[in-house]
C-alpha cells in the first residue's frame, strides 16, 4: 500500500512534468514480480485505472518476447497439456506460431 501511496503522491505533484513523471515510473517498477503483482491487487481493490494501466503494461513488457516456458515459470503456471494437445492447439491456432 506504501507504493500506491507514493505513486499518488509523486503523480498529484503540482509542476511535475510529464519526463519527469515518464522516469518516476520508470523507476517505480524496478520491483520484483511479486510485488508488482501486489501492487496491481491493491490498484486494482483501490480502481485505480492509471496504475493498473501502467502496471498491466509493465508486466506485458517483462515477457514481450520469452518463450512460453520463461512465462509459464514468471507466473508459475504449469503445463498441462499432454504432447498431443499441444499439436492440436499449434494447428488449430497456427497463423499464431509464425
Same mark, same amino acid.
Given at each position: 500500500?506504501?507504493?500506491?501511496?507514493?505513486?499518488?503522491?509523486? @503523480?498529484?505533484?503540482? *509542476?511535475?512534468?510529464?519526463?519527469?513523471?515518464?522516469?518516476?515510473?520508470?523507476?517505480?517498477?524496478?520491483?520484483? @514480480?511479486?510485488?508488482?503483482?501486489?501492487?496491481?491487487?491493491?490498484?486494482?481493490?483501490?480502481?485505480?485505472?492509471?496504475?493498473?494501466?501502467?502496471?498491466?503494461?509493465?508486466?506485458?513488457?517483462?515477457?514481450? *518476447?520469452?518463450?512460453?516456458?520463461?512465462?509459464? %515459470?514468471?507466473? *508459475?503456471?504449469?503445463?498441462?497439456?499432454?504432447?498431443?494437445?499441444? %499439436?492440436?492447439?499449434?494447428?488449430?491456432?497456427?497463423?499464431?506460431? %509464425?
Amino acid at each position: 500500500m506504501t507504493k500506491v501511496v507514493k505513486y499518488w503522491k509523486k @503523480h498529484s505533484e503540482e *509542476g511535475v512534468t510529464k519526463v519527469q513523471l515518464k522516469n518516476f515510473d520508470q523507476d517505480f517498477l524496478k520491483i520484483s @514480480h511479486s510485488e508488482l503483482h501486489d501492487v496491481h491487487l491493491a490498484a486494482k481493490y483501490l480502481d485505480d485505472n492509471q496504475l493498473k494501466k501502467v502496471i498491466i503494461q509493465e508486466f506485458l513488457d517483462r515477457i514481450k *518476447g520469452k518463450p512460453i516456458e520463461e512465462i509459464r %515459470e514468471v507466473f *508459475g503456471i504449469v503445463n498441462d497439456y499432454t504432447p498431443e494437445e499441444k %499439436e492440436e492447439v499449434r494447428r488449430e491456432n497456427a497463423w499464431a506460431f %509464425e
